[in-house]
């Protein structure tokens, strides 16, 4: 019992989540490998906020059976938001599978290995911090989520919502920038509902000050906000800490308000009119993401139109855009009807997209003769790669080493996914004073 692999799919907490557990496996002398035959312990993390993704959660779980019978000592164990309170349906589907986790509870497959090593795990596992993160790194903050939009199965899965205090959050930054980290992405389905739960109930901007303070960190970032808890406190500590990046992802879902009634979002559209106003008086800069959802049980074509306006007005940096999906256990699963036909869900999608690869390229194209720092995060095709603070993709060519560097690019050309430019040494420390 001396290796793993952990497979994992989904949103970056359930990335959080995977790198913890690999933190925790490993302080257990329990090692990582690079294929699912090769490991003592298999472990799928798993996500069904979309029917693709659980289809991919149950193709790879059924490659599981066969190596399972294979080696009938090894572990198989199945986390993440596929699991529920109660595992019986799929311990009755999945008969192979010996532990089912909900997410960041780890503890019954620690046991099962601990068992197996012949130690007493407690003993054996202390801060979950990842022992070999990358140049950039999650940090969860908040577990959970308090809102009941009625398209989501998150609060059923993941729980109410649950702070880490700052202290804590400070010391695991703290070790992550002792281990080479530089930018950090402090994670939450409601990040911005930060600190609301805790005794003395701190939030997102004193969180901010506080990790600003770490010597090695250079960037912080966070998602993902919720409209209702963007408070302007929060808003201006983005603008004002120096660390903290001019880039909010703000999903508004939709831009009608009888979908977002529907929804249970709690705001309209007004509301994020207005909001996103006041983000970008604070931050003329400021890079803005959302998430949209098209044929949502009942919208009709006027009601789409909507969105489709909104998203043509408010020129957002970029717009994630999905088809609805019945998800089981969701208020909209038992009570609505999803009536919109599919391939009027995917035409829809497709409007969405083509209408923000035109901004994208539109909001891409005014970065060209720029220059933008950019923290370098690797190589791709003989190429750099890495992210300005505002979260675009630049790549450049250049024969020195620049993982986990600052550097300064001129932008030569755009696309609506990413830009392209070179190395401009001589400029970095006229772009730091101002001077470019």
Not at 107 to 117: K, Y
Not at 122 to 127: A, Q, T, Y
Not at 278 to 288: K, Q
Request: hydrophobic share 40%; proline share 6%.
């Amino acid at each position: 019992m001396n290796s793993y692999y952990l497979w994992t799919i989904g949103c970056q907490m359930n990335a959080a989540d995977s790198d913890r557990l690999g933190a925790a496996l490993e302080q257990m002398g329990v090692q990582p490998v690079d294929k699912p035959a090769d490991a003592d312990v298999i472990v799928l993390n798993s996500c069904v906020v979309r029917q693709g993704a659980e289809d991919k959660v149950v193709s790879n779980l059924a490659w599981m059976a066969p190596l399972k019978k294979e080696q009938p000592q090894r572990i198989v164990a199945l986390m993440g938001c596929m699991v529920g309170p109660k595992s019986d349906d799929l311990a009755r589907r999945f008969p192979y599978v010996d532990v089912f986790m909900r997410p960041q509870q780890f503890e019954p497959l620690l046991e099962m290995v601990g068992e197996r090593l012949g130690v007493d795990w407690e003993g054996c596992v202390g801060p979950l911090t990842p022992n070999r993160p990358d140049v950039t790194c999650n940090v969860p903050i908040i577990h959970g989520c308090d809102l009941m939009c009625t398209f989501c199965i998150i609060p059923y899965r993941r729980g109410r919502q649950v702070s880490r205090p700052i202290p804590e959050v400070a010391l695991e930054v703290e070790t992550l920038a002792s281990r080479g980290v530089k930018e950090v992405t402090l994670l939450g389905q409601t990040v911005d509902a930060y600190g609301h739960d805790l005794p003395d109930q701190p939030n997102l901007a004193q969180l901010f000050a506080r990790l600003n303070e770490i010597n090695g960190i250079e960037r912080i970032r966070f998602l993902t906000s919720h409209p209702r808890f963007m408070t302007q406190e929060i808003i201006q500590a983005v603008a004002d800490v120096p660390k903290v990046c001019e880039h909010i992802n703000l999903p508004v879902q939709a831009g009608d308000d009888g979908i977002l009634d529907e929804m249970h979002r709690r705001y309209n559209r007004a509301d994020y009119v207005d909001l996103v106003g006041r983000i970008r008086e604070a931050m003329p800069g400021v890079a803005l993401n959302t998430d949209i959802i098209v044929g949502f049980p009942g919208e009709t074509e006027e009601q789409f139109q909507q969105t489709l306006d909104l998203v043509a007005e408010l020129k957002l940096d970029k717009v994630h855009c999905a088809a609805y999906s019945t998800r089981p256990g969701t208020i909209a699963s038992r009570t609505m009807d999803d009536a919109v036909p599919e391939e009027e869900k995917t035409s829809r999608r497709q409007r969405v997209d083509r209408l923000q690869k035109e901004v994208q390229t539109e909001i891409n194209a005014r970065l060209v003769g720029q220059y933008l720092e950019i923290l370098v995060e690797g190589r791709q095709r003989g190429k750099w790669q890495g992210r300005t603070r505002s979260h675009k993709l630049v790549f450049f060519e250049d024969e020195a080493y620049h993982q986990g560097e600052l550097v300064i690019v001129k932008i030569e050309r755009s696309s609506p996914w990413s830009l392209q430019g070179s190395l401009a040494v001589e400029a970095k420390i006229q772009v730091l004073r101002g001077d470019v």
